[in-house]
Nanobody
Framework: QVQLVESGGGLVQPGGSLRLSCAAS????????MEWYRQGPGNKRELVAR???????NYAGSVKGRFAISRDNLKNTTYLQMNSLKPDDTAVYYC??????????WGQGTQVTVSS
């Protein structure tokens, strides 16, 4: 049974930092593209960052230069380092694992709130 479990969300002041983690189990983690999505209040779900199995990364324009995605294949974990946070970054953040020929797997989400 595949599970993706996010952690690390919380309340942070504008300009602060958080690191989200996503621990995977029940899947061949190293073969999966790992992504972070978010959905803010009243907004559509959007792709924030992606890292391929070979470590290639790309980012939404709104977070480029502030967020960094990484993965540790030995720990079956992907991370999202978020710096210089803004109120617009407030959202539920979801971890997703995807692979050609397989269904996508989603975590349950973790709330990030940026507020003074």
């Amino acid at each position: 049974q595949v599970q993706l479990v996010e952690s690390g969300g919380g309340l942070v002041q504008p300009g602060g930092s958080l690191r989200l983690s996503c621990a995977a189990s029940g899947m061949a983690f190293s073969l999966y593209v790992m992504e972070w999505y978010r959905q803010g209040p009243g907004n559509k779900r959007e792709l924030v960052a992606r890292i391929t199995s070979s470590g290639y990364t790309n980012y939404a324009g709104s977070v480029k230069g502030r967020f960094a995605i990484s993965r540790d294949n030995l720990k079956n974990t992907t991370y999202l380092q978020m710096n210089s946070l803004k109120p617009d970054d407030t959202a539920v953040y979801y971890c997703v694992g995807s692979r050609i020929g397989s269904r996508d797997y989603w975590g349950q989400g973790t709330q990030v709130t940026v507020s003074s």
